[in-house]
């Protein structure tokens, strides 16, 4: 027993070693800018959005279960054929005022940018990162769609992020909140150049911006049109806060982004029409094989 | 003492795994879907913790492997720094057990939050690192605070259907196969 219980330590001791070595080359392999997944990975992600996304239609059938069921217990018998009849043909406003709204919303998003010369794939939001300290959408479109790493996201509001993890069907967006996401912005009345960086709890940070440039509270950031990712001139937010301090050579500046991330429902996805129809034949292609 | 089979191990994962996918499905769309964007609880570190307590099984560094491997198919955070870190918290609790107390809620709570705490310690330093910013690492560190207090408040609950699931009450604590 004790020959086998040195064993087992040593065994384990060993598992140690290999996990930690193996958990090291992963951290520092680790791409928080860019990923690529594997085939297994993409498989597995395939299979489990489909349920993310069904929680939404959950949403709406308990808050339907709640305003037309729960609150109604205690009606009268006599009333309650009458009763059905108004709570189906509520629901069924409640559903068309949802589409109307939602066709609205599509509408307005696809009117949206025509000035941009790139192609636009409506998408909807399916979920949010798992860990608190990455700002990470889940979208239910992917390469399938003609989407490809790195393309922009946007909404009629502004600038969401870019693709960041890329499936078939789904696609990850690192969005402007997260601090891996460097957005190259000007200062739309100043010009002034920085980098807009996320620092969670939905504000993000210009850096970079000199002391001595005279931005104000208030003014619009818009992105720059460098480092090859988003269009020149997407809305990112607009100036909520700047401290001077007494030392250093920039300004702290807070900006707040022009999307409401609370209530992002929909968002557009910028694509090349190039990348589009080749995507599509290679998502074809492997669809085939 | 007894045994942990390869059966009983393989059986154990899966239900475990299972058990995350519907937790991760939780916090990444139904929270959000109900508005709650802010509010996500890491269930991957809780049950983390339980396998480092309570199993002693030479494959105790693989299964948190495979724990944070589901979770990264969730989130960009990737397996590795939740592995690394769950690791050595393994290897510090095998010199801490004595000390460890399960037999109450209260000391329960109290145990997962200070390790929590240790662990969130652990990943904004390393994250830091990674992306080579400390400015950020209280800020890292402090906004998983809130979610820790709920996952400690829920791991006597939790950590009573793990029990089930490893059968660790009828097994008391394993030991190596």
């Not at chain 1, 967006?173 to 009345?189: E, H």
């Not at chain 1, 557009?268 to 034949?281: F, G, S, Y």
Request: include cysteine.
């Amino acid at each position: 027993m004790k020959n086998f219980t040195v064993d087992s330590s040593r065994w384990k001791l060993a598992n140690n070693i290999i996990v930690v070595v193996l958990a090291l080359w992963g951290i520092a392999v680790q791409n928080y800018s860019l990923k690529d997944v594997s085939t297994f990975e993409a498989f597995l992600i395939e299979a489990f959005a489909p349920i993310q996304r069904g929680a939404l239609s959950t949403r709406e059938k308990l808050a339907n279960m709640l305003d037309h069921y729960v609150m109604i217990v205690n009606t009268s018998k006599d009333n309650a054929e009458l009763r059905k009849e108004v709570k189906a043909l509520n629901n069924q406003i409640f559903e068309f005022q949802e589409v109307k709204k939602e066709n609205e919303r599509l509408k307005q998003l696809l009117q949206f940018g025509k000035e941009i010369p790139r192609e636009k794939v409506l998408a909807q939001i399916v979920s949010w990162d798992a860990s608190n300290e990455f700002k990470v959408l889940r979208i239910n479109k992917g390469s399938a769609d003609g989407l490809k790493k790195m393309s922009p996201v946007i909404t009629m509001n502004g600038l969401v992020g870019y693709v960041y993890r890329l499936t078939p069907n789904y696609a990850d967006i690192l969005t402007i909140l997260d601090q891996n996401n460097r957005v190259d912005s000007i200062v739309a009345r100043t010009r002034t150049h920085g980098i807009v960086e996320g620092i969670s709890e939905f504000k993000c940070r210009l850096k970079y911006v000199n002391r001595t440039e005279k931005v104000e509270v208030g003014d619009e950031i818009i992105t720059a049109g460098l480092g090859n990712i988003y269009p020149k001139g997407i809305k990112v937010g607009k100036i909520t806060q700047i401290d001077k301090e007494n030392y250093g050579i920039t300004q702290s500046i807070v900006v707040t982004p022009s999307v409401n991330f609370h209530k992002l429902e929909e968002v557009v996805v910028l694509i090349e029409k190039e990348e589009k129809t080749e995507n599509r034949d290679v998502a074809k292609e492997e669809t085939n094989e | 003492m007894n045994k942990y089979g390869p059966k009983e191990i393989l059986l154990g994962t899966i239900k475990t795994c299972l058990l995350l996918i519907v937790l991760e499905i939780f916090t990444t769309a139904f929270l959000p879907a109900m508005g709650i964007i802010n509010f996500r609880p890491e269930f991957n570190v809780l049950i983390v913790l339980f396998l480092a307590f309570k199993l002693e099984t030479p494959v105790l560094a693989w299964l948190i492997m495979i724990v944070q491997y589901v979770h990264s198919l969730f989130s960009i955070e990737g397996w590795a720094i939740g592995a690394f870190t769950g690791v050595l918290v393994s290897m510090s609790v095998r010199y801490l057990k004595d000390m460890l107390d399960f037999s109450t809620a209260i000391s329960t709570i109290i145990v997962v939050q200070i390790f929590q705490v240790a662990w969130f310690v652990a990943t904004s330093f390393l994250l830091s690192l990674k992306l080579g910013d400390f400015g950020n690492f209280f800020h890292l560190f402090w906004q998983d605070i809130p979610e820790s207090l709920a996952l400690s408040i829920l791991s006597p609950f939790f950590f009573f259907v793990l029990d089930r699931v490893w059968r660790v009450k009828s097994k008391a604590v394993g030991v190596a196969i």
